[in-house]
C-alpha cells in the first residue's frame, strides 16, 4: 500500500511512497494532526542520491516492525533537503548543535510545533527502534523537560550565524588577504592535493580563491598547492575517466575511492574551476577535464526542454560504484590485447585496486608523457590507443544497469550549470558550449521564473518558493551570459531578479540577506547563509552579484550593500578561512580593483575572445556594437575600441588586445586621459 508520499513530484520522496511508515510531505495536514494528537514530530530528511539514506531505509523505514512503531507514536514528514533547504537548514543546525556534527539522513524529532528537541543522522535498525521508545516514553512523562530542551534548542538555531555589522571606512589591504591565507595554507596536503584529511571534497570554491590569490597576489605556494589538487583530482578515481564528470568526494586521502554519486553543483563547479586554471595555466589535462564534464552533462544531465537534473545515485543494482568499476578478467574480455596498456595506465590489478570489493577503480599515477616514454612509445600512439580503449569500455558499460536519476531541475543548480557553459565559452570559445548557455538561460526564462519571481523546481505541482540561492546562483550565470554575448537583455534580466531578491530578501537592519523571502512559509527560524561549503553561500554569491552589476549599472547602491556584507564577514574569515574563500575571493577584488573593460565596435567578440587568452580574474567585461550601459556611453566608434577602465576612469583606448593587457598589467604609468 503506497502511503501519502505516492503523488510527490520529487524522486526521492518517491523512492518512499511504498514504505510501511505512513510518511507525510511536509504540510499543514501533518503539522495539523500533529498538533490535534500532541503527537512528536519526525522530521526524516534526505535526498535521491544519498548513500546512507537508502541503507536506513532497507533496514528501517521498509520494515513493518519499525513502521510501527513509528507510526503509532509519531508523526512522520519526509522532506528532500535540495526541495526545501529552509526546512533542512533549521534541522540540520539544531542537530549540529546537539551532537557536534550533521550529515544525511538527518533525523530530528520535534514537539508538536514544530521546535526540535533531539536529532542526528544514520541509525542502526536497533538503536533506531531503541530511540524511538524512549523518545515516546519521554514525551509521555517528562513534556516539561521536553519543552525546556526545544526552547533552550529554538533559541540557539535562532542565534546562530547572527553577525553584527561591522560599520567601518577601512580599505582592505594586501595584508588582509595575507593574514587569512598564510594560517590556511598550513593544511593544504602538498603531495596529494586538497587538506591534510579523509575523506576528501573537492570544494571548488576554495580553490577558486587560491588560485586567484596566486595570480594576484605572486604566491608559488598557493600556486603549487592549486596545481597538485587539480591534477590529483583528474588523475584520481573521484573523476570518471571513462564517461566524464566528477563524484562527490573520495571516502580516502588520495582520490582514489570516491562516494560514487555524481552531483549537478559539483560538476557546474569544477567546469567553472578546470576552465579558469585552464585559463592561468595552460595545462591541457584541465581542458580535457572541461570538455570531458561537459560532455557528461550533455548526455546523462539534460533534460529534452534545457534543463539540468540534479544527480545521479552512487549505487545500481543495490552496489555503490557497480556502474563504474570493472575487474581485470572484464577488461581484458573487453580490449584483447589492447588491455595491457589500458590497465597500466588506469593502474588495473588482478586482485582490483579498491581491495575491499575486489574490483578496480580506474586511476592515473603518470603523466601522458612520462608513462609513453617508460612504455617506448611515443605520447600520441599512446593517447590513441587509450583512446580507443576507453571508446570500448564506455560502450561496454553503456548497456549495464545505470544508477538511479533524480531528474529534479533546481533553479539555483541550473544557474550554477549557465554559469559553468559561459566559462567554458569564454575560455575555448566553442560555439557549442554557447548554445549550451542560452538554451539554459531560456529555459530558466521560460519554465523557472513567473510573476517577477523565480520558481525553484520546475514542473513541481506543489509550493515551489524560490529562495536566496536560487536568485544568487541564477543571477550570477545570466550575467556570465551577458559577459559572453554582450546581449544586455541577459543583464537586465539579472538586474529584475536582483532588485526582487533586494525587497524581498535583504535586512536592512543587519545588511545581510534571509535565505527565505518575506512572503515564504513562517517556519520556526528565518535563517541566513552565510558560510561557503560545497557550494558558495548565497549570500557570499549576492555579494559577489552586487559589486559586479554595481560596476555595470554605475549602482552605488548595490556598491554600498556589496561592501557592508564584506565588512561584516570579514573578521570571521580569518577564523576559519575554507568556509568563506568565496567571501576572500571578493576581498581580492576589493584589494585589487575591478577593471572594467569596454570593448566597443564591429569586432567587438572577436577581440573579446582574444582578451579571454589572458588570465585576469579581476574583471568585468561589457560592450558590443551597440549598448545602452553607462561605461559605454561617448565610446561608439567605426573602429573597434578597447577601453581598459578603473574606478569609472578609462585609459586611452586601444584597438589591439596586446595593448590593453599591458595597461591592466600596469595601469599606474600607462600614460591615459580620463574618458
Request: hydrophobic letters at 35%; proline letters at 4%; glycine letters at 6%.
Amino acid at each position: 500500500m503506497a502511503n501519502r508520499l505516492k503523488d510527490q513530484t520529487s524522486p526521492y520522496l518517491l523512492q518512499h511512497a511504498n514504505n510501511p511508515v505512513d510518511w507525510y510531505p511536509w504540510g499543514e495536514e501533518a503539522l495539523s494532526r500533529a498538533r490535534a494528537e500532541n503527537k512528536l514530530i519526525l522530521v526524516s530528511i534526505g535526498y535521491s542520491a544519498c548513500h546512507w539514506c537508502h541503507v536506513m531505509e532497507h533496514e528501517s523505514f521498509e520494515n513493518e516492525q519499525v513502521a510501527s512503531v513509528m507510526n503509532e507514536h509519531f508523526i512522520c514528514i519526509k522532506i528532500d533537503r535540495e526541495v526545501r533547504p529552509d526546512i533542512d537548514q533549521i534541522y540540520m543546525n539544531a542537530v549540529q548543535l546537539m551532537t557536534g556534527s550533521g550529515g544525511w539522513p538527518l533525523n530530528c524529532f520535534c514537539l508538536p510545533d514544530q521546535r526540535p528537541i533531539y536529532g542526528g543522522t544514520y541509525f542502526r535498525k536497533q538503536d533506531w527502534i531503541s530511540l524511538l521508545h524512549n523518545l515516546a516514553d519521554f514525551w509521555k512523562n517528562k513534556p516539561g523537560e521536553a519543552e525546556e530542551y526545544a526552547v533552550r534548542l529554538t533559541e540557539g538555531i535562532r542565534q546562530s550565524e547572527q553577525l553584527i555589522p561591522v560599520k567601518s571606512s577601512k580599505e582592505f589591504t594586501t595584508e588582509d588577504i595575507r593574514e587569512i591565507f598564510e594560517p590556511w595554507k598550513r593544511s593544504f596536503d602538498m603531495v596529494e592535493g586538497g587538506y591534510n584529511r579523509a575523506p576528501k571534497f573537492p570544494l571548488p570554491n576554495n580553490w577558486q580563491f587560491i588560485l586567484r590569490y596566486a595570480h594576484l597576489m605572486n604566491d608559488n605556494s598557493a600556486h603549487v598547492a592549486v596545481n597538485i589538487t587539480l591534477e590529483k583530482m583528474a588523475f584520481g578515481g573521484i573523476y570518471d575517466h571513462i564517461g566524464g564528470g566528477f563524484a562527490r568526494y573520495s571516502v580516502d586521502g588520495q582520490w582514489h575511492v570516491p562516494h560514487f554519486e555524481k552531483m549537478l553543483y559539483d560538476n557546474a563547479q569544477l567546469v567553472s574551476l578546470y576552465a579558469e586554471a585552464y585559463q592561468y595555466t595552460g595545462k591541457l589535462l584541465y581542458k580535457q577535464v572541461v570538455y570531458e564534464t561537459l560532455g557528461f552533462i550533455e548526455r546523462e544531465m539534460t533534460s529534452p526542454e534545457g534543463g539540468f537534473y540534479s544527480a545521479l545515485d552512487a549505487d545500481s543494482e543495490g552496489v555503490e560504484g557497480k556502474f563504474y568499476t570493472f575487474t581485470k578478467d572484464e577488461i581484458q574480455s573487453i580490449l584483447g590485447d589492447a588491455a595491457e596498456i589500458f590497465n597500466i595506465y588506469y593502474n588495473i590489478t588482478n586482485e582490483g585496486n579498491w581491495t575491499e570489493e575486489r574490483t578496480n577503480i580506474f586511476l592515473r599515477k603518470y603523466d601522458d608523457a612520462d608513462l609513453a616514454a617508460k612504455l617506448g612509445k611515443t605520447e600520441e600512439d599512446l593517447l590513441r590507443d587509450i583512446h580507443d580503449a576507453k571508446r570500448k569500455i564506455f560502450a561496454a558499460r553503456s548497456v549495464r544497469i545505470r544508477p538511479g536519476l533524480d531528474n529534479k531541475i533546481l533553479a539555483s543548480w541550473n544557474g550554477m550549470m549557465l554559469r559553468a557553459y559561459t566559462d567554458a565559452y569564454r575560455v575555448f570559445a566553442d560555439d557549442q558550449f554557447l548554445q549550451c548557455a542560452l538554451r539554459s538561460a531560456e529555459f530558466i526564462k521560460r519554465e523557472l521564473y513567473r510573476e517577477g519571481n523565480l520558481i525553484r523546481v520546475y514542473g513541481s505541482r506543489d509550493r515551489s518558493d524560490a529562495f536566496l540561492d536560487d536568485y544568487a546562483f541564477v543571477i550570477d550565470g545570466l550575467t556570465g551570459l551577458y559577459e559572453s554575448t554582450f546581449d544586455e537583455k541577459w543583464l537586465d534580466f539579472a538586474r529584475r531578479l536582483t532588485d526582487h531578491a533586494i525587497s524581498d530578501f535583504y535586512d536592512e537592519e543587519n545588511g545581510l540577506f534571509f535565505y527565505t523571502s518575506s512572503k515564504s512559509e513562517e517556519l520556526i527560524a528565518r535563517k541566513r547563509e552565510i558560510t561557503d561549503n560545497v557550494t558558495s553561500s548565497s549570500n557570499s554569491v549576492m555579494a559577489h552579484n552586487l559589486f559586479r552589476s554595481g560596476h555595470f549599472f554605475n549602482n552605488e547602491y548595490y556598491l554600498q550593500i556589496s561592501d557592508q556584507m564584506a565588512r561584516t564577514v570579514q573578521p570571521h574569515i580569518i577564523k576559519y578561512p575554507p568556509g568563506y574563500s568565496n567571501w576572500a575571493s571578493l576581498l581580492l577584488f576589493k584589494i585589487f580593483g575591478i577593471f572594467e573593460i569596454a570593448i566597443t565596435g564591429s569586432e567587438a567578440q572577436q577581440k573579446r575572445l582574444e582578451l579571454e587568452k589572458y588570465y585576469v580574474p579581476n574583471k568585468i567585461l561589457l560592450g558590443g556594437s551597440t549598448g545602452t550601459l553607462p561605461l559605454l556611453q561617448d565610446k561608439w566608434h567605426t573602429e573597434t575600441k578597447v577601453y581598459v577602465c578603473q574606478s569609472r576612469t578609462c585609459l586611452l583606448p586601444v584597438t589591439e588586445v596586446a595593448d590593453a593587457i599591458k595597461q591592466i598589467n600596469n595601469p599606474s604609468t600607462t600614460p591615459g586621459s580620463q574618458d
